[in-house]
């Protein structure tokens, strides 16, 4: 008999993880009275607020960061607005506390931290590629390399307004600019190599011409980091090209399978490798000492997100007419909504309306929900619920699947709604042996196992 050779099972796939700054969305909790004092778990008096605080005050923003590099996360993420969204021609209720300006946010937070990474997103329909790809060096310069630039683009009017040349962009034509505008960016970025003088830039192309010299020196990164949030055949195809992280909405563990599988699949056109992208879902979590506990707590949360007026919101920007006389503890609308709505402003448009009040329609009657209660159940984002060891144990397993490489996880309270996963969920993600104990380098890239400067295949570019 021939003797076997006993194999070293392959290492495990270390968690990426990181915070984005709740707010404007349906996973805050927007009115929850101030917490009593609670107590550590050694018994010692809290540190930490547990309740809703400001989302444009300074200690909102430090404190998240601040609780994120506790738990050693990869980044601290905030997302972008840059218009106040409208409804029934009034400002919508989930944005009036306004949306700062995220890199001037992040250049404060820069001095209060050391190791955290720090994720601005930027639109590319209306910024232009030189004065952006300055204050994204120059926060990697001031931050020792921990900048990283989430790309978005917009093809909405309502915005546009906010613009001195207005009007919109056509869903394919605004992502050819993006990728020009990232492509004119890396240009700026490498004008100025190491222990060199800077060379002219002489860029001709189809949306941007750009001539002249970069101001800033090579910054410690290279290039900050590239996110990449989209969903479309065009969104993944920029992401496989162009992107070091790409932020998905796949949090279930099936569909997440899947749209790894197809992600990583295209990197081979571009000369990448599959660990040259982050595949990082948006995620929430609800903890509680039993999974009963847990379980109750999720669904009193969502009842908090999803009030009787936000019921009704939710199904106003499906139907695209006026439900404030309908009954949010009643059943949903009987008639089709209206597909040219402009009910709402400065939100995503909903490709197929009709098929989602159809899906409404059809499970508020299989399961006898109300409208309100339909809401909850269909825009609810509790991705893991349990005991810390519960969830620690899903997110592993997740993981290991290969339906993520990690995730942003997005609390609903502002700001200590972090806390209680980096006391309690993350150190057994280090008993596990699939999260940092420590941070063992300096620059996002490293946190992130991403090559020092980004693989790009020579003359490759994403399609639209």
Known sequence: MTPTTPTTPPPR??????????????????????????TTPDGGAARRPSHSGSQIDFASFE??????????????FLAEGLRVREHKGRIHDLDVVGRPESL???????????????????????????????????LDHLSGGRAAWNVVTTSDAFTG?????????????????????????RELWDSWPDGAAPRPVDHRGEHFTVRGGFTVPRSPQGHPVIIQAGDSSEGREFAAATADVIFTRHSGLEAGRAFYADVKRRLAAYGRQPDHLAVMPG????????????????????????????????????????????????????????PGSELAQGRVRIADPKAIADKWRALSRAKGLSLRETVIETTGRQSFIGTPEDVAAQMDAFVQADAADGFILVPHLTPGGLDPFVDRVVPLLQERGVFRTAYTGTTL?????LP??????AGKGPTA
């Open 104 to 138: 001037t946010v992040l250049a404060a937070l820069a001095a209060v931290t050391e190791h955290l990474g720090l994720a601005a997103t930027v639109n590319t329909t209306f910024n232009e590629p030189y004065e952006l790809a300055r204050r994204l060096a120059s």
């Open 161 to 185: 307004e906010n613009f001195r040349r207005g009007g919109y962009l056509d869903r394919a034509d605004r992502y050819t600019r993006a990728a020009e505008f990232v492509a004119v960016a």
């Open 63 to 76: 404190h998240l960061a601040r609780t994120a590099e506790r738990g050693l996360f990869d980044f601290f």
């Open 445 to 449: 890239r490293s946190h992130l196992g």
């Open 452 to 457: 020092p400067q980004p693989v790009r295949a």
């Open 13 to 38: 796939k270390q968690i990426r993880l990181a915070a984005h700054f709740p707010g404007v969305n349906n996973t805050t909790v927007w009115a929850v009275p101030p917490a009593s004092p609670t």
């Open 283 to 338: 995620v929430t979590f609800v903890l509680g000492d039993t999974a009963a506990e847990a379980q109750e707590h999720a669904a009193e949360i969502r009842r908090q997100q999803v009030s009787p007026q936000n019921a009704l919101l939710a199904a106003e920007q499906i139907w695209g007419v006026d439900l404030s006389g309908y009954d949010p503890d009643g059943p949903l609308p009987d008639f089709d909504p209206d």
